[in-house]
């Protein structure tokens, strides 16, 4: 039988609680992280999980090569997580996130007396730039929740990650964030 540490019990208890529909211990990833455990109990299948995240995405062991992301050197592995995670929640979303753009952007000129109207051209080139200015905030996010100097534990940042992906552009007018329907890559 595996112990966890009463941290570990807790944090993965909350994530069960947190992510039951559909319920994070009978995901693919964590029944992959926790092939050949002889527990069925879903808090011992979601910390192997969470083990073999902390591995790959944090590297305790200093194993793997280091690649940057950002202005930062970090394990090749979370480099590779963040591909899968671009790939998935960012780069499918280019259109989009061009086209609610625009509209920001026509809206604001219309408000200050001016016509403007986005080509096709123009939409692709919108398009690219959100990816990007995406791509960016969220390496900020993947800097800060790797760093091996936060006091953090792993269910926590991967709490944090997984619920800054699900948000949408702070809306002015509402005075909130919207939530993002997300196929979650981990």
């Known amino acids: 039988m595996i112990e966890l540490s009463k941290m570990d019990e807790l944090g993965s208890e909350f994530l069960k609680e947190k992510y039951g529909n559909p319920p994070i211990h009978t995901s693919k990833e964590v029944a992959s992280a926790s092939r050949g455990l002889r527990s069925g109990d879903s808090i011992v299948r979601i910390q ?16 793997q090569r280091k690649v940057k ?6 394990p090749r592995g979370l480099s590779l ?15 989009k996130l061009a086209t609610n753009a625009a509209a920001v952007e026509e809206r604001a000129a219309r408000e200050l007396g001016m016509d403007i109207r986005y080509g096709e ?6 398009g690219e730039i959100a990816v990007k200015d995406l791509e960016n905030s969220l390496d900020q996010w993947i800097v800060y929740l ?4 936060e006091p953090y534990p792993i269910w926590f940042r991967y709490y944090a990650f997984r619920n800054v992906l699900g948000l949408g552009r702070y ?16």
Do not use: H, W
């Open 48 to 63: 192997k999980y969470l083990d073999r995240l902390e591995s790959v995405a944090l590297d305790p062991q200093n194993k």
């Open 171 to 186: 809306d002015k007018d509402k005075n909130e964030f919207p939530k993002r329907s997300v196929k979650y890559p981990f």
């Open 121 to 126: 051209q123009e939409l692709q080139e919108r």
């Open 69 to 74: 992301i950002g202005d930062e050197k970090r």
């Open 146 to 149: 790797s760093d091996k100097n």
């Open 81 to 95: 997580l963040r591909e899968m995670v671009m790939d998935t929640c960012v780069r499918p979303q280019q259109e």
